[in-house]
């Protein structure tokens, strides 16, 4: 401050190179914080870091690599022995076993010390992200055979789905269902309105197979039709929201030489068209990872089959003798 009072020309150079020295820091401790929060983790850094920002890049960059480097050695040796450990409990020869396999890699834990408690504590982070493996492994395809995958994981998962879904209902409506009618609107598909009331007991192999697959058809009919009045539910409100406010504002079309009907059809149109698509986007990003709840399946309601007619009129008949009173003549 003195050789600013004395000689603020001489002073200049030596402010300059104070707040080039200050920018440096700055940025250098919001690049080092971005590359903490990237790797996961704190990084010993060199003390003092210098102020060219020319070698503290390289510094930076060294040291990451460094840690980069020392992060993946020790997250190897970590897989190594979760593989281990893993394939002595569990078996990994099924498709199951290695898809448990490869969810238990992609976490791990590690010891901590709680800075409320002091205590040890053990926390689970996130090893790895498939989705990286994952575009590499799509780098060189071409959009029409993505799509062409991807149909085909979808299709053969509803199958499996369909499946699955199809014998447990079946096993479960099995132990009180009395007639055919008690399986629900999937007999009717399966069988027809005539067979109905014919007994449980009575399905062949083949015919319950037949009726498994009804079960597992329209119980994933019901899951779909979940989410997409789901999805529909969710966005028509806001869809009415934005029908509302588009009346209020049309309004301001006649002040610009427009006719606000005109206008008011083109973008509720316009508007209409997006809903349609917000719908499809949200039905397909949630039907490979929705969870469906339980599908109830409510029994057929169906007349009872009515009693021969000598049956009836026997029945009849003595119902009316019994029943009849003889009259008494008035003298």
């Given at each position: 401050l003195r050789k600013l009072a004395d000689d603020p020309e001489d002073a200049r150079e030596v402010i300059q190179e104070m707040v080039?020295?200050?920018?440096?820091?700055?940025?250098?401790?919001?690049?080092?914080?971005?590359?903490?929060?990237?790797?996961?983790?704190?990084?010993?850094?060199?003390?003092p870091l210098p102020s060219d920002w020319d070698e503290l890049a390289d510094i930076l960059m060294t040291t990451t690599r460094e840690s980069l480097d020392k992060k993946r050695e020790?997250?190897?040796n970590q897989v190594a022995r979760d593989i281990e450990l893993f394939m002595q409990r569990e078996d990994v020869s099924t498709v199951s076993g290695k898809l448990r396999l490869l969810i238990t890699l992609s976490q791990g834990s590690r010891t901590a010390f709680d800075q409320r408690t002091h205590k040890q504590v053990k926390q689970v982070f996130t090893r790895f992200a498939y989705v990286f493996y994952a575009?590499?492994?799509?780098?060189?395809?071409?959009?029409?055979?993505?799509?062409?995958?991807?149909?085909?994981?979808?299709?053969a998962a509803e199958e499996a789905l369909?499946?699955?879904?199809?014998?447990?209902?079946?096993?479960?409506?099995?132990?009180?269902?009395?007639?055919?009618?008690?399986?629900?609107p999937a007999a009717r598909i399966a069988f027809g309105e005539e067979r109905l009331n014919d007994a449980a007991s009575s399905l062949s192999e083949e015919e319950a197979a037949q009726l498994s697959t009804a079960l597992g058809r329209?119980?994933?009919?019901?899951?779909?039709?979940?989410?997409?009045?789901?999805?529909?539910?969710?966005?028509?409100?806001?869809?009415?929201?934005?029908?509302?406010?588009?009346?209020v504002a049309i309004g301001l079309e006649a002040y610009a030489q427009r006719d606000p009907l005109v206008q008011y059809k083109s973008s509720a149109s316009e508007m209409f068209q997006q809903l349609l698509e917000d719908v499809r986007g949200l039905v397909i990003s949630r039907a490979f990872a929705a969870r469906p709840r339980r599908v109830e399946i409510t029994p057929i309601e169906t007349t009872e089959t009515e009693a021969a007619p000598g049956e009836t009129a026997s029945v009849q008949i003595g119902g009316a003798a019994q029943g009849k009173k003889k009259r008494r003549r008035r003298s």
């Open positions: 080039a020295n200050q920018l440096t820091v700055i940025s250098a401790t919001r690049v080092i914080g971005a590359i903490q929060n990237r790797v996961g983790e704190q990084i010993q850094w060199q003390s020790r997250l190897n575009a590499q492994l799509l780098e060189n395809l071409n959009a029409e055979t993505i799509a062409d995958e991807v149909m085909s994981h979808l299709e369909r499946e699955t879904w199809g014998q447990s209902e079946f096993a479960r409506l099995s132990q009180n269902a009395a007639r055919l009618a008690d399986f629900g329209y119980v994933l009919n019901e899951v779909h039709r979940q989410l997409l009045l789901g999805a529909f539910s969710e966005l028509w409100v806001e869809y009415l929201t934005k029908v509302e406010g588009l009346r």
